[in-house]
Structure formats: structure tokens, C-alpha cells
């Protein structure tokens, strides 16, 4: 039958419209990693085999087999040519490592052992190949003037800039603490303003306590976040009460929904407290949850 110039020209926008529907209506594929403080008893080779097989993308190193400054783990020492291949391997990546320094103290000798600490763990980052390292701010202690402790912060972070600068690592100041609000965390990103500093939104840490909408959380620190902790849960007698993604209180829906909007391309690793909160379930289970649970925001 001869094709018309008419049908042709209806038949070829009925094609293009249908494609436009389709990429319209696709739905986004989340970068998902998790976090070691999830598995706290589990050496490196179970992480990893459990990261492949439930299709992670990447890993958080938050301490290993319960010690949380990773270079006395001789897989972060004498045996990191080892570990960077079991990754390689692997197909993984490492997409954070999880350092325990602290921003906020004034004392000379707590500060430097504190910077000591994250100028390590820029090293150890930059051997891995791993992008982005994170640091507490931490606390607004009652004995320190508030704005003269938010500004320590601010000028800490943007040392540890410079330094990781030189490495090409980011540092990553996560809401974390007492200093959770985010006006304060933005003040803190606005004075520390170095291109090798972002924001770890741990939305839950921030939200169980300020109550802040995430819309409004994301809208001001948006310039800043390139890296997201999920986690869900409600608060019982003040405390946290983690739950899997989807069955808590927290506002992830929303938060994610500004994140998506937004552009963001980074990772939604799960960070699963069990080092901290023994009782919760097992990481067999709530790993293997995770992948499918945060599909609902998608």
C-alpha cells in the first residue's frame, strides 16, 4: 500500500511523541551504596560479596570489624594494594570514608589530634581513588561562645580543603550533632567556601530534631550536598527508632522528591546504625531490603 505524504509525516509525530512519553515517564535509577557502620562484625571479602550480589553500586567505609579509624585495619595499611583490587574486581567503588573527626573543639591539643585524624583520612582517599572523605562539625558546647565555635568550624573545614585540595579529595561536613539547623550549616559552608567542601544531608539526623521541611532544607543547601545518608525510623522517649526505608516517620518522599528536582546525582547510601543500635535487625535483612524499599521514591 503507498505510504502518503500525510500518514507519513502523522505516523512519524505519533513515533515521536510516544518516545518523548517514554523518556518523560522514565523512572530515575538511584546510585545506591551502604554503609559499614551497618555490619560492624563483617570483614572486607563478606561487605563486598554482599554489595555485588544485592547490585550496589558502591561501599562507605565506616569502620572495619569494629575499629573505626581505619588505617590500624591492615586492609587500609599494608594490605591496601589488596583491598584497591578486591574492588577493582569487584566492579565496586568506594565512595566515602567515614573519618570520626570533630570541627568544634577549641582546645588546642583535641583540635590538632582532630585534624590530624581527617588529614589521614584525605590520604588514605586519595590512595584509594575514593572521592569524598567525611568530618563532624560537631557540637555547640555550652563553655565555648556559639558564633566563635561556628566559625572554628568553618575555618577547620576549609584547612582540611586546602589540604585535600592537593589530594583531589572533597571533604564532607555532615549534619551531624548539635549542628543540624540549617541555617547554621549554612553559614558554616558559606564562611568555610572552598571547592573542595560539600555537605553530607543525613536527612533523619536532621529532621528527628529541627522538624525542618526538607523542601526548605534542600532549597538552602542545595549549592553544597553531594551526598546523602537514608535511614528511616520515628522518635520514642527522644531517641531514634530505626526502621526499614518505608516503614519510619521521616519525611523521605519529599526529600528525595527536592533531591531529584534538583539534579542531584549523587549517591543515597544507606546508613543502617547497627554498630551503634545492636538491637535493630540484622544487615543480611536490611540490606537486602534497601534496594527494593527506595524503588517507592522513583
Not at 581505619?70 to 565496586?92: M, V, W, Y
Not at 532549597?219 to 522517649?237: E, Q, R, W
Request: charged letters at 25%.
Amino acid at each position: 500500500m503507498q505510504t502518503t505524504r500525510r500518514s507519513f509525516i502523522k505516523r512519524s509525530l505519533g513515533l515521536a511523541l510516544a518516545s518523548s512519553f517514554d523518556v518523560s515517564t522514565k523512572k530515575t535509577k538511584p546510585r545506591l551504596a551502604f554503609s559499614t557502620l551497618g555490619c560492624p562484625t563483617w570483614p572486607l571479602s563478606k561487605i563486598v560479596q554482599t554489595a555485588v550480589a544485592a547490585k550496589y553500586e558502591a561501599i562507605e567505609i565506616r569502620g572495619l570489624e569494629k575499629e573505626m579509624y581505619l588505617p590500624k585495619r591492615p586492609e587500609f595499611s599494608t594490605d591496601l594494594a589488596q583491598t584497591r583490587q578486591l574492588f577493582t574486581d569487584n566492579k565496586l567503588k568506594i565512595c566515602n570514608l567515614g573519618a570520626s573527626s570533630n570541627l568544634h573543639f577549641m582546645d588546642t591539643a583535641k583540635r590538632q589530634k582532630n585534624m590530624d585524624e581527617a588529614r589521614r583520612f584525605i590520604d588514605l582517599a586519595h590512595e584509594l581513588s575514593c572521592p569524598y572523605v567525611r568530618v563532624f562539625p560537631n557540637d555547640l558546647p555550652k563553655d565555648q561562645d556559639r558564633e566563635q565555635t561556628i566559625n572554628l568550624i568553618s575555618e577547620n573545614l576549609s584547612e582540611l580543603g586546602r589540604y585535600a585540595k592537593e589530594a583531589k579529595v572533597t571533604v564532607l561536613l555532615e549534619s551531624h550533632g548539635q549542628v543540624i539547623w540549617k541555617d547554621v550549616l549554612l553559614q558554616i559552608m558559606q564562611q568555610a567556601n572552598h571547592p573542595n567542601v560539600g555537605l553530607i544531608w543525613d536527612i533523619f539526623n536532621m529532621w528527628s530534631i529541627t522538624k525542618e521541611s526538607p523542601t526548605e532544607v534542600y532549597k538552602t543547601l542545595k549549592k553544597y550536598i553531594v551526598h546523602t545518608h537514608i535511614k528511616d525510623g520515628s522518635m520514642v522517649n527522644g531517641k531514634p527508632a530505626y526502621t526499614f526505608v518505608g516503614k519510619g516517620e521521616a519525611p523521605l518522599k519529599e526529600a528525595i522528591d527536592a533531591l531529584k528536582s534538583g539534579g542531584y546525582k549523587g549517591y543515597y547510601s544507606f546508613e543502617w546504625e547497627k554498630m551503634w543500635h545492636p538491637e535493630i535487625p540484622e544487615p543480611e535483612l536490611a540490606f537486602a531490603d534497601y534496594p527494593q524499599a527506595i524503588q517507592q521514591y522513583f
